[in-house]
């Protein structure tokens, strides 16, 4: 719908169930309801496979198949080393917005959806730089904002701000529910920190099992790093410690401010002029760059030269602090910049 | 200010600090600013102790001391066992409303701060019946649901529904910290759902270090509980077994739905997803159409998208005829709605 009303673009659809793309028909998601990803590919510039992490691996393939050599293929799905590992094309470069609700079905569609979300985006080495150019522009066009990263630093960080947290609310949950039928009690009037704390225990099984399991040993690290910080303050506990308590506490206090106090004002942008070589991997290995420093890239595009062995990147970043960053970063990867 | 407002009582007040007295009296919340605990409990029926628990005892002491032989004692202490046992007086009954926020001071003082909340009034064999009956209809006269329960199922409980909460945000968000700054990285601008599984992270300090230690042995079992099922879950992942992550992660929306719905005797709440335009106004709008309808809402949160322009409200809704209402008026106020 965003690609629709905000691109003018021609989006044809295929879903393997016919009821789901006459239902996106209806709804206005798509232009032109397909038979086969072959018939929805035919003449694509980009490709986006939305499908359960489980299934990602084949139906990816499936769309690589059917794409044209100028078709840039990406998916959405939440983890991002199985899909990427497992299909080194030019073309393909794995995606994850960050984005939606519980809710399920193109019903519940929105041309709104991205406006303003982050879009995790994981070129590699064999990423042709034009075709990720497109994929970048056409996700800022959404509305969104495109983020490289690689995909070992994306499993690791989604593992920690999101799967977690998922498996200790199940957790939460299960324990309450366990320990108040022993008690024979009910759960308190309370105000809403136990709901907060538990809103996404039980989250769509189908979705989530997949998650889980294809990024289970991140999951895990993460799962040990919690049960080392358990055993940290039961010990603490134990000790009657007041003073470690306290500290602990108020570390958490600083923590929470310094995580949620990331907001981006209304900063000027900047443009930079980065001379690159014309060849695969060198616009995600900028993209990585700028990303690792936090540096956030606004907009960019790819100027190749007539011959297209040479070229010119512009990169639109946010923020005169993050500018020169980008600029210093750039240059010491070897890279002829300049601020236009 | 309930007391005075509901009861028409008149309320006299005692604090170590003047200023926090004055500002209490200037705010309406006592009638009469009183020099000592003595000069304020003179000829009076009911007394509440409000203090940090780790000085709970000795204030209950002084006002056991300054009450007369026919007023009732309470206190407001987040953990019950400590104080119960420190004073095995007739006249004294523990009591924990389940209500505030994290704003603490008399100028957030509002007359209907209890209205529907659980307030727990731990009695024992030592009270005095008449002295329990009186507090009881003084409680619910404020507004809230007063609830007997032993000090030792108050603690469990709590350590259960409350403090585990508190600590595995704390341990969340330090995690997180150090999981970005180790990774560059920054928190992505995600949905809620990490904002939310931390909201309660890093509590006042002082009087959460109180309450995590009064109840340290509660809150170990519960630590260790929690430590027993991250095992659980870590050895599933571990094995890559699918089906032992899905009843897992099925169990654990059974378990939140049933913790929900036994809040309501006997009915089921049903949740329902509403998108609506992030402006002032479009709550106030959905909660007086659904309460001019007669549907409860009985639990509601905001979904801001990351611009914050748009979004989507859950609300919870008791009975399957109200929730059918609620989602058929929602439609027709023009909000795409959706049974979660």
């Not at 139906?59 to 198949?65: I, K, S, Y």
């Not at 994981?122 to 066009?141: D, F, K, M, N, S």
């Not at 907060?196 to 769509?204: E, F, K, S």
Request: hydrophobic share 45%; proline share 5%; aromatic share 4%.
């Amino acid at each position: 719908m965003a690609a629709r009303e905000r691109l003018g673009a021609e989006v044809r659809g295929y879903d393997p169930a016919p009821a789901a793309l006459a239902a996106a028909r209806q709804r206005g998601a798509i232009d032109v309801a397909c038979a086969s990803p072959a018939q929805a590919l035919e003449g694509a510039g980009t490709a986006v496979v939305a499908a359960p992490v489980g299934v990602l691996r084949e139906v990816v393939g499936e769309a690589l198949a059917a794409a044209g050599a100028d078709c840039v293929v990406t998916d959405v799905g939440s983890t991002k080393r199985a899909i990427v590992s497992a299909h080194r094309d030019p073309r393909f470069v794995g995606g994850h917005p960050l984005a939606g609700a519980e809710t399920a079905g193109v019903e519940h569609a929105r041309a709104d959806l991205f406006q303003g979300a982050t879009w995790y985006l994981t070129p590699t080495q064999a990423t042709a730089g034009v075709l990720y150019e497109r994929l970048h522009r056409t996700i800022a066009a959404l509305g969104a904002q495109p983020q490289a990263i690689d995909p070992d630093t994306h499993d690791r960080l989604m593992a920690n701000v999101s799967h977690l947290p998922h498996v200790l609310a199940n957790v939460l949950v299960a324990q309450a529910a366990q320990a108040l039928e022993a008690e024979h009690e009910r759960l308190p009037a309370t105000g809403p920190s136990f709901r907060d704390a538990t809103r996404v225990a039980g989250a769509n099984t189908a979705i989530w099992t997949d998650i889980y399991l294809s990024n289970r040993d991140a999951v895990i690290e993460q799962i040990d790093a919690t049960t080392r910080r358990l055993a940290d303050v039961r010990d603490a506990l134990e000790r009657g410690d007041a003073a470690a308590i306290a500290a602990w506490n108020d570390a958490a206090r600083g923590d929470r401010r310094r995580l949620l106090e990331v907001e981006l004002a209304g900063e000027t942008v900047h443009e930079l002029r980065v001379g690159v070589p014309n060849r695969p991997g060198v616009v995600a290995q900028l993209a990585l760059a700028l990303g690792r420093a936090g540096v956030n890239i606004v907009d960019m595009a790819l100027y190749p030269a007539p011959d297209r062995s040479e070229g010119s990147v512009a990169l639109w970043v946010a923020g005169e602090g993050p500018a020169d960053r980008a600029a210093r970063l750039i240059a010491e990867l070897g890279f002829p910049v300049a601020r236009a």
